[in-house]
């Protein structure tokens, strides 16, 4: 597992996810980018690779801040 240190806050970062959800297929890249939560059943975590993280525009949601993250749980979309 990969250690970042950014100022006083350090944080692990999990290996990458082996398949990406996106182009339904293997990657070494990929990494989570949705959380669909349920109110009955399993939720799921949908993986991007890099390459499919770039071409839609997606963000990891290890690289959004905590407080942005939060506020766009409070707001509805």
Not at 23 to 52: D, F, N, Q, W
């Amino acid at each position: 597992m990969a250690t970042t240190t950014t100022g006083s806050v350090v944080t692990e970062e999990p290996p990458p996810y082996d398949h990406c959800d996106w182009h339904e297929g293997p990657s070494g890249t990929a990494r989570l980018v949705r959380i669909i939560e349920s109110a009955s059943g399993p939720g799921a975590s949908l993986y991007a690779c890099a390459p499919c993280r770039e071409q839609r525009d997606l963000t990891a949601l290890a690289d959004i801040p905590m407080d942005v993250w939060l506020a766009s749980l409070r707001t509805p979309a």
